[in-house]
């Protein structure tokens, strides 16, 4: 069964910076996209970033030059770099998996459990 586990985040202040990762387990063969979104109360879900298995980045407008996103396409594996966060940082973010090929199942596109990231000082 595929899974995406996250860990990383937390309480920064603002100016800060915080790494996320996430990890893709059970009997994965190769993930197209790997992402990260994030979403407050009251807001749509909104595009972090996300990488290709080509090593294509698409940023977030509001977070271009300020985060990185990067991937280690053998273990599955997405991390998120995250400086000079401000305030408007504070939401849950979460890992996307798409176009997931793995062993014995048909679902391609997965979720992480979400992690919060608070900015404040």
């Known amino acids: 069964q595929v899974q995406l586990v996250q860990s990383g985040g937390g309480l920064v202040q603002p100016g800060g910076s915080l790494r996320l990762s996430c990890v893709a387990s059970?009997?994965?063969?190769?993930?197209?996209?790997m992402g990260w979104y994030r979403q407050t109360p009251g807001k749509q879900r909104e595009l972090v970033a996300t990488?290709?298995?080509?090593?294509?980045?698409n940023y977030g407008d509001s977070v271009k030059g300020r985060f990185t996103i990067s991937r280690d396409l053998p273990k599955h594996t997405v991390y998120l770099q995250m400086n000079d966060l401000r305030p408007g940082g504070t939401a849950v973010y979460s890992c996307?998996?798409?176009?997931?090929?793995?062993?014995?199942?048909?679902?391609?596109?997965?979720w992480g459990q979400g992690t919060e990231v608070t900015v404040s000082s």
């Open positions: 996307n998996a798409e176009g997931v090929w793995a062993a014995k199942s048909s679902q391609s596109n997965f």
């Open positions: 990488v290709t298995l080509g090593g294509n980045r």
């Open positions: 059970g009997s994965v063969f190769s993930v197209n996209v």
